[in-house]
T-cell receptor
Framework: ELKVEQNPLFLSMQEGKNYTIYCNYSTTSDRLYWYRQDPGKSLESLFVLLSNGAVKQEGRLMASLDTKARLSTLHITAAVHDLSATYFCAVEKGGSEKLVFGKGTKLTVNP | NAGVMQNPRHLVRRRGQEARLRCSPMKGHSHVYWYRQLPEEGLKFMVYLQKENIIDESGMPKERFSAEFPKEGPSILRIQQVVRGDSAAYFC?????????????FGPGTRLTVT
């Protein structure tokens, strides 16, 4: 059974600081996704990572994928308050197209 | 191009009543997925449908829950005889094709409260 673990589950950081969220998964997968969710809202797609060594950046967020280690990271650079949200990684179970989600990392960026 | 639409956005039902959740996929998308999110949890897969077909319902509880995606109209997730444990946010996602690298686009969700 595919399992996806994120850590930390809660992250409180100051504006301007850097931090990394980790996503480990238990079995081989083709695709890994990062989503952002604001309270009471739906999921906003941030990144789709398809191959080993893939790195994508958008603004202050950068995601990478190491399929050999079954690990993805979401790096936050110089955090700002607007980044406060819950971030989920999700792994596509091979051949099925259904996504298995981590529990999410609730990020709070303090002024 | 309108995104994935879900209605109602909020639904309150008493124990024992039926809940019907509707999902209209994005234009051109023929694949629909339903996920459930409990408070402070990630989303859990329930069912994957194409038009008139259930492809994978491995995440759906065996009793009281059913889903359909008819040839015409939205996909429906139906929960019969709701219980308090059914209270959750239910999200629908759609994608254009299976077996191709297309991501799933999520709707705004239906928040079900069972009293």
């Amino acid at each position: 059974e595919l399992k996806v673990e994120q850590n930390p589950l809660f992250l409180s950081m100051q504006e301007g600081k850097n931090y990394t969220i980790y996503c480990n998964y238990s079995t081989t997968s083709d695709r890994l996704y990062w989503y952002r969710q604001d309270p009471g809202k739906s999921l906003e797609s941030l990144f789709v990572l398809l191959s080993n060594g893939a790195v994508k950046q958008e603004g202050r967020l950068m995601a990478s994928l190491d399929t050999k280690a079954r690990l993805s990271t979401l790096h936050i650079t110089a955090a700002v308050h607007d980044l406060s949200a819950t971030y989920f990684c999700a792994v596509e179970k091979g051949g099925s197209e259904k996504l298995v989600f981590g529990k999410g990392t609730k990020l709070t960026v303090n002024p | 191009n309108a995104g994935v639409m879900q209605n109602p956005r909020h639904l309150v039902r008493r124990r024992g009543q039926e809940a019907r959740l509707r999902c209209s996929p994005m234009k051109g998308h023929s694949h629909v997925y339903w996920y459930r999110q409990l408070p402070e949890e990630g989303l859990k897969f329930m069912v994957y449908l194409q038009k008139e077909n259930i492809i994978d319902e491995s995440g759906m509880p065996k009793e009281r829950f059913s889903a359909e995606f008819p040839k015409e109209g939205p996909s429906i997730l139906r929960i019969q005889q709701v219980v308090r444990g059914d209270s959750a946010a239910y999200f629908c996602a759609s994608s254009p094709r299976r077996g191709v690298i297309y991501e799933q686009y999520f709707g705004p969700g239906t928040r079900l409260t069972v009293t």
